[in-house]
């Protein structure tokens, strides 16, 4: 049996679509805000950075207050854009099926980047394995689910006019 382990640093968010998958194991930790956060190339694009970091530092704010406390629950203000560590053990089956999921086109920037570089990692170690993930995407797209939206909007216009 072939088994990976992976150091992970991502935003919240992330972490969750990568939880859903559950035939890995993960060893985390409370959510803080302790590991900052990355502000995300579309908020920059839109002009809302200001809102955005104001947004950031005020769920700091009110997590640093409620953790004195009560630590368990101060997580639930966290914003999920804080960055948030942990590990994930899984094995090859597992791999193939998530970097295959989680590097199609439409998938987001933050998880589509972490599974190509997961896939790069299992390749340097087992090039031969890592042959049988064979629908790994390693392209870089720009707005990624754009497309798709665009293709639902066309389809549903069709069916309504």
């Not at 995300?40 to 009110?62: A, N, Q, R, T």
């Not at 953790?67 to 101060?74: G, L, S, T």
């Not at 797209?141 to 006019?161: A, D, M, Q």
């Amino acid at each position: 049996m072939v088994e990976y382990t992976f150091d992970l640093i991502n935003n919240f968010g992330m972490f969750r679509d990568f939880h859903r998958h559950r035939v890995l194991t993960m060893e985390r930790q409370l959510l803080t805000t302790q590991h900052g956060f990355k502000m995300p190339d579309e908020v920059s694009i839109l002009g809302i950075d200001k809102d955005f970091e104001d947004c950031m530092y005020k769920s700091k704010e009110v997590f640093n207050m409620i953790r004195k406390k009560y630590p368990p629950q101060a997580q639930y203000v966290v914003n999920f854009a804080y960055n948030y560590p942990y590990f994930m053990r899984l094995n090859l089956r597992e791999a193939c099926h998530l970097i295959e999921l989680r590097t199609v086109p439409q998938g987001h920037v933050d998880y589509r980047n972490v599974a190509q570089n997961m896939f790069k990692e299992i390749k340097k170690v087992h090039p031969n394995l890592s042959k049988i993930i064979k629908f790994v995407d390693l392209k870089k797209y720009e707005l990624e689910r754009f497309e798709s939206e665009k293709r639902t909007e066309e389809k549903k216009r069709k069916h309504e006019g």
